[in-house]
């Protein structure tokens, strides 16, 4: 089974920390997602990864950064967290041949619940 | 505009009954795919069901059946005999792009589904 893993499942912090959420994934998947989810907008897109090293902006990429220096870990990084990024944190992958599952679809983490103070 | 709409925030259906959980999705593109995901209280989104564009029969997957318009750009998710572990958030999502390219889901807002005893 894929195992989709975030390293925190609750998170407090304070207005203005910098603030790490990790994702490491054990299916050797190239692409890598971070998506937001709040209540009656449903999941958003943050960041996403083709490859190492390689990144691209979502739909809402301000306030976050990302890195992906090795290809089973993606991490997304708030550099001075706000209170408007109190939020739920949902990383996903999936492999690049998406044909390989036959239906394409993404495997997701627990999530990652965050709170801006 | 938004890409995946589902109108219902939240839903009730009594145990053993059947229920319908609307989706309708707007792209130009010819090749795309459907996705709905359940989303338990514990926070894991669990994929259910694909539908893509240029499959001929309805997708179903043991009690889930996605009813699939495509002329009306509808894919509403059908649960038969709801029991009460289906009470969760229940998301649908598109793939606007073929299969194999780069590609990313993009979700709906969600319906909650309350199923009573």
């Known amino acids: 089974d894929v195992k989709v893993t975030q390293s925190s499942r609750y998170l407090v912090k304070r207005t203005g920390e910098k603030v790490f959420l990790e994702c490491v994934q054990d299916?050797?998947?190239?692409?890598m997602f971070w998506y937001r989810q709040d209540p009656g907008l449903g999941l958003r897109l943050i960041y996403f990864s083709y490859d190492v090293k390689m990144k691209e902006k979502g739909d809402i990429p301000e306030g976050y950064s990302v890195s992906r220096e090795k290809k089973e870990r993606f991490s997304l990084i708030l550099e001075s967290a706000s209170t408007n990024q109190t939020s739920m944190y949902l990383c996903?992958?999936?492999?690049?041949?998406?044909?390989?599952?036959?239906?394409?679809?993404?495997?997701f983490g627990e999530g990652s619940r965050l709170t801006v103070l | 505009a938004q890409k995946i709409t589902q109108t219902q925030p939240g839903m009730f259906v009594q145990e053993k009954e059947a229920v319908t959980l609307d989706c309708t999705y707007d792209?130009?593109?010819?090749?795309?795919?459907l996705f709905w995901y359940k989303q338990p209280s514990s926070g894991e989104m669990i994929f259910l069901i694909y539908?893509?564009?240029?499959?001929?029969q309805n997708a179903t997957e043991g009690r889930y059946s996605l009813n699939f318009q495509k002329a009306r750009k509808s894919a509403n998710l059908v649960i038969s005999a709801s029991q009460l572990g289906d009470s969760a958030m229940y998301f649908c999502?598109?793939?606007?792009?073929?299969?194999?390219?780069?590609?990313?889901?993009?979700f709906g807002s969600g319906t909650r589904l309350l199923v009573r005893p």
């Open positions: 792209t130009s593109d010819p090749s795309y795919g």
């Open positions: 299916m050797d998947h190239e692409n």
């Open positions: 996903a992958s999936r492999p690049r041949l998406a044909r390989l599952t036959n239906t394409g679809e993404l495997f």
């Open positions: 999502a598109m793939r606007e792009a073929p299969m194999d390219s780069s590609y990313k889901l993009i």
């Open positions: 539908q893509g564009s240029y499959d001929q």
